[in-house]
């Protein structure tokens, strides 16, 4: 077999992997899932030493979410409940991961994004971050060899930021905008000494 030595040959998932800036030992929930693979592939980064729960909203996404982990052999435990009612103890998660690429939040009314949001916040440890990535419509060139969404989703306007900074998230952020997707970081305040 011929191999280009100009072909691009990188892991699909090597951008969310390292946006998301997951580590060995880390403790992560993951929060809606478009895509199977790429929840996996972030997954896979904690080791045996760290957690990886997936909170679907509903059986068909939990479904999605146990293939990509299956297909990676990655171990996921995997929940089914709302995005406003974790099944995890306060303080008990360093990194949570939002997968908006299915509009799971723009879905919500702003009631419910608000209560989810600080639901998060919830079961994040002091100086614990939430990224949501979201999904992005391509233009130039990109729009013609990758088509994408139409649309942005929730995580890429400018409400997701105001959402998780009035809602338990100290310092937020648009990190970047590339290859169709988004990613929003927020970080829970550390508790102040006395």
Same mark, same amino acid.
């Given at each position: 077999?011929?191999?280009?030595?100009?072909?691009?040959?990188?892991?699909?998932?090597?951008?969310?992997?390292?946006?998301?800036?997951?580590?060995?030992?880390?403790?992560?929930?993951?929060?809606?899932?478009?895509?199977?693979?790429?929840?996996?592939?972030?997954?896979?980064?904690?080791?045996?030493?760290?957690?990886?729960?997936? !909170?679907?909203?509903?059986? $068909? @996404?939990? =479904?999605? *979410?146990?293939?990509?982990? %299956?297909?990676?052999? #990655? /171990?996921?435990?995997?929940?089914?409940?709302?995005?406003?009612?974790?099944?995890?103890?306060?303080?008990?998660?360093?990194?949570?991961?939002?997968?908006?690429?299915?509009? !799971?939040?723009?879905?919500? $009314? @702003?009631? =419910?994004? *608000?209560?989810?949001?600080? %639901?998060?916040?919830? #079961? /994040?440890?002091?100086?614990?971050?939430?990224?949501?990535?979201?999904?992005?419509?391509?233009?130039?060139?990109?729009?013609?060899?990758?088509?994408?969404?139409?649309?942005?989703?929730?995580?890429?306007? $400018?409400?997701?930021?105001?959402?998780?900074?009035?809602?338990?998230?100290?310092? #937020?952020?648009?990190?970047?905008?590339?290859?169709?997707?988004?990613?929003?970081?927020?970080?829970?305040?550390?508790?102040?000494?006395?």
């Amino acid at each position: 077999m011929f191999l280009n030595p100009f072909t691009r040959r990188t892991d699909p998932h090597l951008l969310a992997v390292s946006m998301t800036g997951v580590k060995m030992g880390d403790r992560v929930a993951f929060v809606g899932c478009a895509h199977g693979g790429r929840l996996a592939a972030v997954a896979a980064k904690v080791g045996l030493s760290g957690r990886a729960v997936a !909170i679907m909203p509903d059986a $068909s @996404a939990a =479904e999605l *979410a146990r293939k990509g982990a %299956e297909q990676l052999g #990655v /171990l996921v435990e995997t929940e089914v409940a709302p995005p406003a009612a974790l099944p995890l103890e306060d303080g008990s998660i360093d990194l949570a991961v939002v997968d908006d690429t299915g509009d !799971i939040l723009g879905q919500m $009314s @702003a009631d =419910e994004r *608000a209560a989810s949001v600080r %639901e998060l916040a919830r #079961v /994040l440890r002091p100086g614990g971050r939430v990224i949501l990535f979201g999904s992005v419509p391509r233009d130039g060139l990109a729009k013609l060899l990758a088509p994408g969404p139409a649309r942005r989703s929730f995580a890429a306007t $400018s409400d997701a930021n105001q959402t998780l900074a009035a809602n338990g998230f100290g310092i #937020v952020r648009t990190l970047a905008e590339r290859d169709g997707l988004v990613f929003v970081e927020g970080i829970k305040p550390r508790a102040k000494g006395p």
